[in-house]
């Protein structure tokens, strides 16, 4: 394994080249480690010891103690559950936090559209108001307008009947002249007979 590896499992470039000797060996003493990893033989108590502490090897009881790793699955399980409590938490974090900002803009939005239904609502008022106000203008004017054309009709109306009383007269003063001329006329045929 790479040394990114060990890195990502928690362990040192050192500590990874034990693991991965007991690994591929099962089980081995002090001694036969060392003679696999002699660069390593003045820190080889603190690596096992590391190793031991961090659940990647056991050691085997006995007269010489014999250690063997842990399967690998067994090994990195701590550190992949660690790896999912760090994620789970950061992962809740971020639904807190988009959660908390989401609850923010949502309660941004109600008071925008209660603003606005409130001033809906106040220029709904204001325009029923005016439009009142509008048919009560048109109302009075057209009432005025109504009584000056009654007005205009009963005067035309009166007007017109001076004008027929007067043609009545003129009429019946014309028939009567005309009548009187006629008669006139048949008193002088009958003297004249």
């Given amino acids: 394994m790479s040394a990114e590896v060990y890195e990502k499992l928690g362990l040192s470039a050192k500590e990874g080249q034990i693991y991965t000797i007991l690994v591929s060996k099962l089980v081995q003493t002090k001694e036969e480690i060392m003679l696999l990893a002699e660069d390593l033989k003045p820190e080889i108590d603190k690596l096992l010891e590391s190793l031991e502490k961090k659940k990647f090897i056991r050691v085997v009881p006995g007269t010489i103690p014999?250690?063997?790793a842990l399967t690998p699955a067994i090994a990195i399980s701590p550190i992949?559950?660690?790896q999912i409590q760090t994620i789970l938490s950061h992962f809740n974090d971020?639904?807190?936090t988009r959660w908390e900002k989401g609850r923010a803009d949502l309660q941004f939005l109600i008071d925008q559209v209660q603003d606005g239904?409130?001033?809906?609502s106040n220029?709904?008022?204001e325009i029923h108001s005016t439009l009142e106000g509008l048919i009560e203008h048109i109302r009075e004017k057209f009432e005025g307008e109504k009584s000056k054309l009654k007005d205009g009709i009963d005067e035309n109306l009166q007007a017109n009947k001076n004008t027929l009383q007067i043609c009545d007269v003129s009429f019946n003063h014309t028939l009567l002249?005309?009548?009187?001329?006629?008669?006139d006329d048949l008193n002088v045929k009958v003297a004249d007979l």
Avoid: D, G, H, P
């Fill in 177 to 183: 002249s005309a009548t009187t001329k006629t008669l």
């Fill in 66 to 68: 014999r250690y063997n």
């Fill in 80 to 82: 992949l559950n660690q």
């Fill in 123 to 125: 220029f709904e008022k």
């Fill in 94 to 96: 971020e639904i807190n």
């Fill in 117 to 120: 239904s409130q001033q809906l």
